[in-house]
């Protein structure tokens, strides 16, 4: 829990069932990993490298996907993404068939709040949380 994985190499790695709440693995290279029931309840997925990882059954609540590509991930669902406390989502493209209101973008305007929340130590100030996120925003998809 709490983990600091930034940027951490953790391809093809099995966290298969394993308690990750609140980690933050922004900038993390889980290329093929299996992450098939982990708890990442608030985890930072924020640049994530998740091709093919799989997500089958995978705690998503409250977590950051922002500026992640989420287009090639394994076994996700709408439903790990929508919900009472679904994960945040900014500048994320979603795979093929999972659609829903926002899509992509659906949480950028609560993610400054949010980042400044979880993360005063790289954030003093709403407005450099604003910034970052409008960095993250330009990153463009194929």
Known sequence: RNADLRS???RIAN???ASLRNAD???AYLRNAYLSNADLFGTNLSNADLFGTNLRN???????FL????KTVRNLTVQQLTGEAPPLICNSPLPEGIEFEGGKDRDCDKLPAVLLERYPSRFETLEEAETYLEEQRQKEWE
């Open 67 to 70: 500026a992640t590509d989420l």
């Open 58 to 64: 995978t705690d998503l609540i409250r977590s950051i």
């Open 25 to 27: 693995f922004s900038n």
């Open 15 to 17: 966290l298969s069932s």
């Open 8 to 10: 951490a190499n953790l």
